[in-house]
């Protein structure tokens, strides 16, 4: 039946010209789902998480260069903006845990002997046959449906000869040890690195005349001023591998409320294994909000208050009271001292 197989086969052609031609990717990441996650958590920074979605995006759809790491980032801005926590929340929404990353803390390897903790000892040393190192080797390479993420926290601490460890990391995505026995790959990782470069030159514009300018002007001081100071302490080599540069911004004042919600939230979250939740009045929130606020050291600086301020007094009524499970806690505020109340 020639005619029939003939038929058949057309019919399967036409079917396969019809079919609405998409397309899988290798990542079961969503980047909306992590826009959410960090807009919910990152307070004041639009722009820079917008960016950040954005190539998030590009990495699902695969259009990065096979030859590299999926996206080198270098997150600019003052301490406690929500560089670290923005790279903890992408960790928690790719591979569910908030410290499945490898971070490594520059500010430990400000001597120059420290850089055979990246690159392993030479042959010849102890620990060379072992390639030991300071890089965790199944947090770099990831899954084959998710991303390694890798973390250089306060890049600008590093001695010399670290940043000169980091650029195969950055160029080519891989990085083989003084053994010469094994090659670390990064190819399938989200590289961040954060940096407080130009923060005091920022802080200085904010407390000066810069204050009086629009707010756009001073963002774009802000980001020349971190240029200068970047170009000042890497080499145009080193900084030209960067995929992006991206500004965070002083938090500021009108922030305070939801600084205070947010230091809630994560209170709450602690206190469910005592299976009560805390709700504050208005005179401990304002309290909270005043002491709170400090623009050289941004959320942490309420997170300290709330250490100092509120934690003690919650954690002697649980102590002394052993609230029964589903009580609802009420801090308040009453001639300058928190006090606590149940249900």
């Not at 080198?72 to 301490?79: A, K, Q, S």
Request: aromatic letters at 6%.
């Amino acid at each position: 039946m020639p005619f029939i197989n003939e038929l058949l086969a057309d019919n399967q052609q036409h079917n396969l010209r019809e079919a609405p031609r998409t397309r899988t990717s290798r990542f079961d990441f969503e980047p909306e789902a992590i826009a959410q996650r960090l807009q919910q958590r990152i307070l004041g920074q639009p722009q820079a998480l917008a960016e950040i979605v954005g190539s998030l995006a590009v990495v699902k759809a695969e259009l990065g260069d096979p030859r590299r790491p999926l996206g080198v980032f270098l997150l600019l801005g003052p301490t406690g903006v929500g560089k670290t926590e923005t790279v903890r929340l992408i960790a928690e929404a790719i591979h569910g845990r908030a410290d499945a990353l490898c971070r490594i803390d520059m500010n430990t390897l400000a001597q120059e002997h420290y850089a055979a903790s990246l690159t392993g000892a030479p042959p010849g040393y102890v620990g060379s046959k072992e390639g030991t190192t300071l890089f965790d080797r199944e947090a770099i390479e990831g899954r084959f449906g998710q991303p390694g993420i890798v973390l250089f926290d306060e890049l600008e601490k590093a001695s010399d000869p670290v940043i000169r460890a980091l650029m195969n990391i950055l160029d080519n995505g891989q990085l083989r040890l003084s053994a010469g026995n094994i090659t670390l790959d990064f190819r399938n990782s989200l590289i961040f690195l954060t940096s407080n470069l130009g923060a005091q030159a920022a802080q200085r514009l904010e407390q000066g005349w810069g204050r009086l300018l629009p707010q756009g002007w001073r963002q774009q001081l802000q980001q020349r001023r971190q240029t200068r100071a970047l170009h000042s302490r890497f080499d145009p080599e080193f900084i030209n591998r960067m995929d992006h540069r991206i500004s965070y911004q002083p938090l500021g004042g009108d922030q305070l409320d939801q600084l205070v919600s947010l230091s809630l939230e994560q209170l709450n979250l602690r206190l469910a294994r005592h299976q009560v939740q805390l709700a504050l009045s208005p005179a401990l929130r304002q309290h909270l909000a005043s002491k709170g606020y400090d623009r050289r050291f941004g959320a942490r600086a309420m997170a300290r208050t709330f250490r100092q301020e509120l934690e003690p007094a919650l954690a002697r009524s649980l102590l002394q009271h052993s609230p029964s499970a589903g009580s609802l806690l009420r801090a308040d505020l009453q001639r300058g001292q928190v006090t606590i109340s149940g249900d």
